[in-house]
Every structure is written in structure tokens, then in C-alpha cells.
């Protein structure tokens, strides 16, 4: 069965609300096992290993356009490959998105050049290189 884990940078809410007496943070990525919108904000559920009823769950706000599922891949480094991962696969870069394609539907990398495929087993000897989000901020 493959591993539901999800990743998000999380918002700086101290600097969004008060940014000349917050410095910004530069705050890479954190993972958790779900993801929740309350009409307001989108939180990332950090973990729910004892089945916490959702008010006593640990969690943070993030910045929803940073949301990523596992693929349930690994590159070719041994990494998790995430929805929004720039990878080198020979001498093409492609990001990794979720959707239909090809009359199909699901984890899929494209191109410049188009749509290189479903992403499957064959993109393990991929690298890693980046991620769509890393200059994110909200």
C-alpha cells in the first residue's frame, strides 16, 4: 500500500500581519498525513497516529499553493518524488503534476515540450532537482 503523506510550506503569519517588526522567514517544507480548508486558511495535519478527533490534531496553516501528495515514488537518490518536483530524467527537466492527461487521470511529468509521460516506476532513475515552489511566498 503506498505511504498518504502530503507536504506544504508553512505562511508566516507574524510577518504577513506585522512585516517592519518581523523579519521573513525563508521556511522550507513540512510533511504531514492530510490536509484540511476551513474556508479560510488550509491547514496540514502533522500526524493523526492516535485517530484525535479534528480539534485536538496537530497541525499548521500553509500556504495552499504549496500542497503536494507523495507520488509514492522515490528518485533515483532514494528521495520521495512530490506533486510540484522539478526532476532531471537524461537530459529533459519535467515537473511532476496530478491530473488528467492522455484520457487518463493521475501522477503524470511534463515538459516544456509537452506531457512525458505517466509517472511510474520508469522515472526512478530521475533526480530530483528542485521543486515548482521554491520561491514561493503568499
Known sequence: MREILFRAKPRDL????????YAE???????????????????????????KPFVQLESLIVIPETVGQFTGLHDINGKRIFEGDILQVYNY???????????????????????????????????????????VTP
Open 93 to 135: 527537466k519535467c515537473v511532476v503534476k496530478f491530473g488528467i492527461h492522455e484520457a487518463n487521470n493521475g501522477w503524470y511529468a511534463e515538459s516544456d515540450g509537452g506531457i512525458m509521460g505517466e509517472l511510474n516506476n520508469s522515472f526512478e532513475i530521475a533526480e530530483i532537482i528542485g521543486t515548482i515552489h521554491d520561491e
Open 25 to 51: 522567514w525563508n521556511l522550507d517544507f513540512v510533511y504531514g498525513t492530510g490536509i484540511y480548508n476551513d474556508g479560510v486558511n488550509t491547514w496540514l495535519i502533522l500526524s493523526n497516529d492516535n485517530k
Open 14 to 21: 507574524a510577518h504577513e500581519q506585522f512585516p517592519n517588526a
